[in-house]
C-alpha cells in the first residue's frame, strides 16, 4: 500500500487551521525559528525491520494482523511511515532474518520509497537451523574457538550483505555473558570476545563504522561480557577509530544516569549512535517517550550540546534508530508515536537557551540552570514538529491520517489476518 502525495496534501487540509494558530503562537518567541525547523526536517530515524510486527513477551505474542512476510512488505510498511512522517528514511536490518534473494532489486524498492540502509545486525543470539555449533554459551567469548570463528564469519557475512545494499554500518550485540558465578573467567571472556570483535573489525571497509552495542542483563543474569558503557568503551578504544559505542536507552541498570553516559562517550568521540525506546523496569521496550519523557529531553540536551560543542551534524554523525517493540499496539501506530516522540524532545533540546545555561552554570546558579532546562522541556514544541513535517510533505496529523485511510485494515486485506512478521 502507498499513501500518494496528493493524498497527504488533502489531508492536510483538515488540520490546517488549527496548526497555523498554533505555530504562530509558538515561532513568536523563537529568534532562531528557520535553523529550527531545518533541523527538525533533517532529523531522520531508522527503522528496524523486526519493529514491523507486534512484538511479545517470553510469555505469548498476539499478532494483530497485515504483518509483513517478507522484506519487501517491511520496506513497504517503513515508506508508509516515512511518508507520514518524512522522519523515518531507513531501514535497518536483521541478519539472518532479512537476507535479500535480490540485493539490487532490493536496493531500488527502498530508493522508491525514499529510503537507505542503515546499520546491518548480525545475531548470534540464538541458533539457526542450518546452524553447526551452537551459541548456548555465547559466540564471540566462547571457550571453543571453532565456535568464536563461526560467529566471526557470520558478521563478515552481515558486513558483505551490507556493501551489496549501500549500508556504511555494523551494529553488534552480544547475549554473550554468564548466568551463574564461577561459569565464565570474566578476562578470557573479554580477550576472546576483544579478538574476536579485531577480526570483524578487519573486514570492515574503509568507510565503515562498526557499533558495539552494550546491555546490562538479560539474556545472561550474572555476568554480560559487554555489559555496560565502560565496557563497550574499552573495546570500541582498542579497536580502532571505526568503531563506536551504541548506547540502547533499555540497556542500562535502572536510573542510570544515561545522559551523563552520552556527554562522555560524545566528548572522546566514541558515541556512535542510539536504539530508542523507553522502560519501567528493565529492558522494557516500550514506545519512546512514554515512560520518562524528561530523561528523553535531557539525554537531548546533552547531544545537542555535545554536538554542537564538536562541530558535529546532528542528523548525519550519529546513527538513530528506534529498538523497541510491544505487544498491545499496532506496530506501525506505535512507530508514529515512538517518531514523534523523538522529534519532541529533540525540539526542545534545540530550544535551550545555551548562553544562559553556561552563564548560570559558571555563577553555580543552580535555581536557574534547572529553570532554563525546564523552560525549553514544558514548552509545548508540538507545532514546531507538525510545521516541520508539513514543509517536508508529510502530514500534519500522522495517526490520524493513518486512521482516516484504513491503512491497517488495507493491509490486512492485502496481506492477511494470520500473518507474522518474519524474525519474530
Ligand atoms: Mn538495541
Redo the contacts with the bound molecule.
Keep these: 500500500m502507498i499513501l500518494s502525495k496528493e493524498q497527504i496534501e488533502e489531508s492536510n487540509k483538515e488540520y490546517s487551521k488549527n496548526h497555523k494558530k498554533k505555530y504562530e503562537c509558538i515561532s513568536d518567541g523563537i529568534t532562531n525559528l528557520d535553523e529550527v525547523i531545518k533541523k527538525l526536517i533533517d532529523f531522520q530515524i531508522a527503522i528496524p525491520s523486526w519493529a514491523l510486527g507486534t512484538g511479545g513477551t517470553r510469555f505469548g505474542r498476539f499478532p494483530g494482523g497485515g504483518e509483513p512476510r517478507s522484506l519487501e512488505e517491511k520496506i513497504e510498511d517503513i515508506g508508509l511511515l516515512h511518508a507520514l512522517t518524512r522522519s523515518a528514511d531507513a531501514i535497518s536490518l536483521h541478519i539472518p532474518w532479512d537476507i535479500p534473494s535480490n540485493a539490487e532489486k532490493i536496493k531500488s524498492l527502498a530508493k522508491e520509497n525514499g529510503l537507505h540502509f542503515d546499520a546491518m545486525n548480525s545475531n548470534t543470539f540464538q541458533d539457526q537451523p542450518e546452524q553447526k555449533l551452537s551459541y548456548k554459551f555465547g559466540s564471540l567469548q566462547h571457550v571453543d574457538k571453532a565456535v568464536r570463528k563461526q560467529a566471526i564469519e557470520h558478521n563478515i557475512d552481515v558486513i558483505k550483505h551490507g556493501i551489496a545494499l549501500g549500508s556504511k554500518s555494523l551494529t553488534v550485540?552480544l547475549s554473550d555473558g554468564s548466568s551463574f558465578p564461577g561459569q565464565l573467567n570474566f578476562r578470557k571472556a573479554f580477550q576472546n570476545t576483544l579478538e574476536s570483535l579485531q577480526e570483524i573489525y578487519s573486514a570492515l571497509p574503509h568507510d565503515w563504522k562498526m557499533f558495539v552495542?552494550y546491555k546490562a542483563f538479560e539474556p545472561n543474569f550474572y555476568s554480560m561480557t559487554v555489559g555496560d558503557w565502560g565496557q563497550s568503551l574499552l573495546y570500541t578504544s582498542k579497536l580502532g577509530n571505526k568503531a563506536f559505542t551504541l548506547v540502547?536507552l533499555g540497556?542500562h541498570l535502572s536510573n542510570a544516569n544515561i545522559e551523563q553516559i552520552v556527554a562522555l562517550l560524545l566528548m572522546e568521540g566514541k558515541l556512535g549512535g542510539f536504539?530508542f525506546n523507553d522502560s519501567k523496569y528493565g529492558d522494557d521496550d516500550l514506545t519512546v517517550g512514554s515512560i520518562k519523557p524528561y530523561q528523553l529531553f535531557l539525554i537531548f540536551n546533552e547531544l545537542v550540546e555535545g554536538m554542537d560543542a564538536k562541530k558535529m551534524n546532528h542528523a548525519t554523525d550519529l546513527a538513530w534508530m528506534i529498538?523497541a517493540s510491544h505487544n498491545v499496539k499496532d506496530p506501525l501506530e506505535d512507530l508514529l508515536q515512538s517518531l514523534e516522540a523523538i522529534k519532541i524532545a529533540y525540539a526542545k533540546a534545540l530550544l535551550v537557551d545555551r548562553k544562559k545555561l553556561v552563564e548560570a552554570q559558571n555563577n553555580n546558579d543552580v535555581v536557574t540552570a534547572q529553570e532554563i532546562l525546564q523552560d525549553a522541556f514544558r514548552t509545548d514544541v508540538r507545532a514546531l514538529v507538525a510545521e516541520a513535517r508539513l514543509r517536508a510533505g508529510a502530514t500534519l496529523n500522522p495517526i490520524a491520517v493513518y486512521r482516516n485511510e484504513k491503512v491497517r485494515q488495507q493491509l490486512i486485506k492485502e496481506r492477511g489476518s494470520k500473518t507474522m512478521a518474519t524474525g519474530l
Design positions: 550485540w552495542e540502547d540497556h536504539h529498538d
